[in-house]
């Protein structure tokens, strides 16, 4: 009896999303263009709805597509927004008046929205670092090509920034840096924590985020050149949008 070949061809689940993914990455198929469903794959490769499923599953855990409830599953091709880690920090961006997002979307449209400004009683954490027992708190959301992208806290002292315009919405020009900077305790070290993680409920809704997504948190603190830490900034950015660069002298 003889026995049947061993094929080395990959299931077709994977050979159609292959397919998928080229049209995509080839721009054939480009960011909010719905994929075929479920119901067109069944017909087209004369497969089970399960198998074409799979397939489709495969491109959203991929992060290359997000599915919309009751409307399909859409190409989600995002250009990573590049973070340098130091270049935007530097005082010769926010000390001539540019804002520090103008260093990570590099033309790329962005807004601002959601924005609350409020004096709260500190967290404890945030408290023992700033030495503070009222703060001034700024939530925020980013958006870059109309995507949510990162969420965002600031925490400041409150006897420090108290009558300011750091207590505004609108800071001026610069932001909260060149505030400081006006106050004479101007930021001259920074410290950045990076911790990955699966989001919070509200973090997904807030972000938009496709099922499996993971956040990054940054948690940056701001001295003087004294040593005072006059800010506490908790960053959470969807880990899809990002690539994270942070140069160092060996």
Same mark, same amino acid.
């Given at each position: 009896?003889?026995?049947?070949?061993?094929?080395?061809?990959?299931?077709?689940?994977?050979?159609?999303?292959?397919?998928?993914? /080229?049209?995509?990455?080839?721009?054939?198929?480009?960011?909010?263009?719905?994929?075929?469903?479920?119901?067109?794959?069944?017909?087209?490769?004369?497969?089970?709805? @399960?198998?074409?499923?799979?397939?489709?599953?495969?491109?959203?855990?991929?992060?290359?597509?997000?599915?919309?409830?009751?409307?399909?599953?859409?190409?989600?091709?995002?250009?990573?927004? %590049?973070?340098?880690?130091?270049?935007?920090?530097?005082?010769?961006?926010?000390?001539?008046?540019?804002?520090?997002?103008?260093?990570?979307?590099?033309?790329?449209?962005?807004?601002?929205?959601?924005? %609350?400004?409020?004096?709260?009683? /500190?967290?404890?954490? *945030?408290?023992?670092?700033?030495?503070?027992?009222?703060?001034? *708190?700024?939530?925020? %959301?980013?958006?870059?090509?109309?995507?949510? *992208?990162?969420?965002?806290?600031?925490?400041?002292?409150?006897?420090?920034?108290?009558?300011?315009?750091?207590?505004?919405?609108?800071?001026?020009?610069?932001?909260?840096?060149?505030?400081?900077?006006?106050?004479?305790?101007?930021?001259?070290?920074?410290?950045?924590?990076?911790?990955?993680?699966? !989001?919070? !409920?509200?973090?997904?809704?807030?972000?938009?985020?496709?099922?499996?997504?993971?956040?990054?948190?940054?948690?940056?603190?701001?001295?003087?050149?004294?040593?005072?830490?006059?800010?506490?900034?908790?960053?959470?950015?969807?880990?899809?949008?990002?690539?994270?660069?942070?140069?160092?002298? @060996?």
């Amino acid at each position: 009896m003889s026995e049947s070949p061993v094929s080395n061809e990959p299931p077709i689940y994977r050979r159609i999303a292959d397919g998928l993914r /080229a049209a995509i990455l080839s721009g054939e198929l480009r960011d909010g263009d719905r994929l075929p469903g479920e119901n067109a794959l069944m017909a087209e490769y004369g497969i089970a709805r @399960a198998t074409a499923r799979q397939a489709l599953s495969v491109l959203i855990n991929e992060g290359l597509a997000v599915p919309k409830r009751g409307s399909g599953v859409y190409v989600r091709r995002f250009k990573p927004i %590049r973070r340098h880690g130091s270049r935007r920090l530097a005082r010769d961006q926010w000390g001539r008046g540019q804002a520090i997002w103008d260093s990570d979307t590099r033309g790329r449209p962005y807004t601002v929205d959601g924005l %609350r400004v409020a004096r709260e009683p /500190a967290p404890d954490d *945030v408290a023992a670092i700033l030495a503070a027992s009222e703060i001034w *708190v700024r939530r925020r %959301r980013y958006s870059v090509d109309e995507r949510p *992208v990162q969420l965002a806290t600031s925490y400041f002292p409150a006897d420090l920034v108290e009558g300011t315009p750091i207590t505004l919405p609108d800071t001026g020009p610069g932001g909260v840096y060149a505030r400081l900077g006006d106050l004479g305790q101007a930021p001259a070290h920074f410290t950045e924590e990076v911790q990955a993680r699966m !989001p919070q !409920p509200e973090e997904v809704t807030a972000l938009e985020l496709p099922a499996g997504t993971p956040v990054v948190v940054v948690r940056r603190t701001a001295y003087t050149a004294g040593g005072t830490a006059v800010e506490v900034n908790i960053m959470t950015l969807d880990a899809a949008s990002y690539v994270l660069q942070y140069d160092f002298d @060996a």
